[in-house]
DNA sequence: GCGGATCAC
DNA sequence: AATGGTGATCCGC
């Protein structure tokens, strides 16, 4: 019965939506990984949550039969409209380059231990990998997979613990590169960044042969050169490993593109996401746009004019300025954790290292939430907003702890089996 | 304002 | 034996 095969093996199978995963034995991994989840408390909450994801796509099917002739005619309209006001303010003049350092972590290990470099590698741990080089990729390890499955895959992997002061460093050097070409880049994580080279290009007329360092050999770093955001960041997955990918800064060559893109590989679309969509018979940015009409009836507004953008291969044109963060957080798991003093003594702890990194932006938040993940993978948060701002590990205690008691109350007489515990602070003045 | 969900990295 | 941590946003109360 597909719908149950679907539903058991989805969720666990490999993502292979990587680079460096094409034309390995996907059945075999599959096989192994299944294997090594099933039973698990990790699995049951994959298929649970993974249920919860058809039960909505079942609610969607059934407002889709409630769509007349009449509301999709009425939609289409709208949908024109807005196609034409988005048309009159595309932007084709700005080039935008998304920079992705490729397997970054793994890249750092093996340019500090070349003897790595012909192995099967990844950084991370028996329980979850940052990433891994191309040779571990050949037997379907990646990111985000626990290390105990990965040498299962491959009982020759080696796996390096993650140094993160030194992939910083790293970063660092490179971000200095960055900014020789775009003073107001963006970056996005510790390898990955948005610039904009339109006035570099107009300065210099010319593309720097590459954005390597001196110091950072081990890897390429792919580009994708495109008129805006959204682009950019599909392009630069395009010719992974190696190279870089322009898109040319004309309407046709945008529509060509996006026309066979699937939705799955644009920022901001995820796995249900894209189950609902392809519930829908959606599966390319054609389709996309193909369907908007029934989209606008069936999602918000947000998300379907979202949706349309991408199909009319739409996006941000310029960088955003760096935004002010909204929130800080502290999380931590651990070990099946259930007894209420050893609860409370995490929690101060929590609140200490939190209150840490307040000091040091100097920050005062009004909203206190506690984040608990029980032994069944089952997250909960519980906040709590003050009529002014908190920012010692004290006045942060204060809260949570009462937000914990509440919650063991709850549940009592049964303990609660927590495997994970986490604070967090909002509301910045 | 709150809590669950989704998403990116 | 073993499935992460941080930050943002959206939706439906």
Redesign the pocket.
């Known amino acids: 019965n597909f719908q149950y095969m679907e539903e058991k093996n989805i969720k666990?199978a490999l993502n292979d939506n990587k680079a460096g995963m094409e034309g390995l034995d996907r059945d075999k991994i599959n096989k192994i990984i299944m294997e090594?989840?099933k039973g698990?408390k990790?699995?049951e909450n994959e298929v649970k949550?993974e249920q919860?994801?058809n039960q909505?796509i079942d609610k969607m099917m059934l407002q889709k039969e409630q769509i007349t002739e009449q509301h999709l005619k009425k939609a289409q309209a709208q949908v024109a409209r807005m196609v034409v006001e988005l048309e009159k303010r595309r932007d084709l003049t700005r080039v935008i380059v998304h920079v992705d350092m490729d397997a970054f972590y793994a890249a750092v290990e093996m340019r500090d231990c070349p003897e790595l470099k012909d192995k099967p590698m990844a950084v991370g741990s028996?329980?979850?990998l940052?990433t891994s080089n191309y040779h571990a990729r050949k037997y379907g390890v990646r990111a985000?997979m626990?290390g105990?499955?990965a040498k299962k895959l491959c009982p020759n992997l080696v796996i390096v613990p993650t140094n993160f002061d030194k992939y910083r460093a790293v970063s660092s050097e490179i971000r200095e590169i960055f900014a020789d070409y775009d003073p107001n880049f963006m970056p996005?994580?510790l390898?990955?960044a948005y610039l904009d080279f339109t006035e570099h290009l107009e300065k210099r007329q010319s593309w720097p042969d590459s954005l390597r360092t001196h110091h950072y050999r081990a890897s390429s770093n792919p580009k994708g050169i495109a008129p805006n955001m959204m682009l950019a960041?599909v392009c630069s997955d395009k010719n992974k490993p190696n190279g870089q990918y322009r898109l040319p800064s004309t309407r046709e060559a945008v529509m060509e593109f996006v026309c066979n893109l699937p939705v799955r590989k644009v920022?901001?679309?995820?796995?249900?996401?894209?189950k609902l969509l392809n519930a829908l018979g959606i599966s390319s940015c054609s389709h996309l746009g193909q369907k908007m009409a029934l989209l606008s009836l069936l999602f918000?507004?947000?998300?379907w004019h979202h949706f349309l953008q991408v199909s009319l291969g739409l996006g941000s044109a310029f960088i955003p300025r760096h935004?002010e963060?909204?929130?800080?957080?502290?999380?931590?798991?651990f070990k099946e954790m259930s007894a209420a003093e050893e609860q409370l003594s995490l929690c101060r702890e929590l609140c200490e290292d939190l209150a840490n990194d307040l000091k040091k932006e100097g920050l005062k938040g009004k909203?206190v939430?506690l984040k608990l993940k029980n032994v069944n993978f089952e997250?909960?948060?519980?906040?709590?907003?003050l009529s002014y701002p908190v920012a010692t590990a004290d006045e942060i205690f204060a809260v949570a702890k009462d937000l914990l008691k509440t919650e063991r109350d709850n549940e009592s007489p049964q303990p609660l089996r927590l495997?994970?515990m986490?604070n967090q602070i909002k509301?910045f003045n």
Do not use: C, H, N, W
């Open positions: 666990m090594s989840s698990s990790f699995y949550r919860q994801v909505r028996m329980s979850m940052s985000a626990p105990f499955i996005m994580s390898d990955e960041k920022s901001g679309i995820g796995k249900v996401s894209e918000s507004e947000t998300a935004e963060r909204k929130s800080m957080s502290t999380e931590r798991t909203t939430t997250v909960k948060t519980r906040a709590l907003t495997r994970l986490g509301q």
